[in-house]
């Protein structure tokens, strides 16, 4: 009865491991390698020029990502913001399959751009595109996330869902929790929370605003201006 039980055991251990195998396919690499490589795992340093949204290379870094150049000087040459408008939009472009995952840092001298999902901090000295970021986005003029947990900052910062804090000079979210102090104003077109600046609007508010100019769905208001119920529309 124990040998059978035993024989079991190791023909459960064995599929297990067998069909882990089979799902994972990346080759893994330690403790540097360059991110440009299709469908890898690198433990460490993962390193390279920069990233593009042209196709998805289904590469993880756990550790640090390092883009030498990176394509952020370009982004503020861009006509319009990358972020969606509408859930559908965003659903869609959630269900495109992801370029990266990064857990860890992702650097960039410039900036990133691409349909990453990041896990930490990412930094880029111009400007940032992401899908998706669980942590903190920082750049000197420009963040764009579709989907953001936790902290942006830069001169602009814009996401469309937007959960935590965001700082600049300008802040815009689509559908926003948390907060948003902005130098010069700030935008949500659904937002729970505090909106800090000299302009600030949302169209559908529950909270706070602080500012010289202040517009919700119930009233527009100098210095402060709130709204607490729920909206039934």
């Known amino acids: 009865m124990k040998q059978t039980a035993s024989i079991l055991t190791i023909l459960f251990f064995i599929l297990t491991i067998s069909s882990y195998g089979q799902v994972d396919k990346r080759k893994n690499y330690f403790p540097i390698w360059t991110f440009h490589k299709d469908s890898i795992n690198i433990h460490g340093i993962s390193i390279g020029l920069w990233s593009f949204n042209s196709e998805p290379r289904f590469t993880n870094t756990n550790g640090i990502k390092i883009e030498l150049i990176g394509v952020g000087i370009g982004i503020p040459l861009i006509p319009r913001s990358p972020i969606v408008e509408t859930d559908s939009a965003f659903i869609k472009l959630k269900q495109e399959p992801l370029s990266e995952r990064i857990n860890g840092l992702n650097l960039s001298a410039s900036g990133s751009a691409c349909h990453c999902l990041t896990n930490g901090l990412t930094a880029g000295f111009i400007g940032q595109i992401h899908f ?52 010069i104003g700030n935008y949500a077109k659904e937002m729970q929370g505090v909106q800090i600046g000299l302009y600030n609007k949302s169209e559908k508010f529950k909270g706070i605003q602080i500012g010289l100019w202040n517009v919700n769905q119930k009233r527009k208001l100098p210095l402060i201006n709130w709204n607490f119920k729920r909206d039934t529309e």
């Open 132 to 183: 998706q970021v669980n942590g903190i986005s920082t750049s000197l003029f420009m963040n764009f996330t579709q989907k953001h947990n936790g902290v942006m900052t830069a001169l602009f910062n814009d996401a469309y869902y937007m959960n935590g804090l965001q700082i600049g000079l300008g802040n815009n979210g689509f559908k926003t929790k948390g907060v948003q102090i902005g130098g």
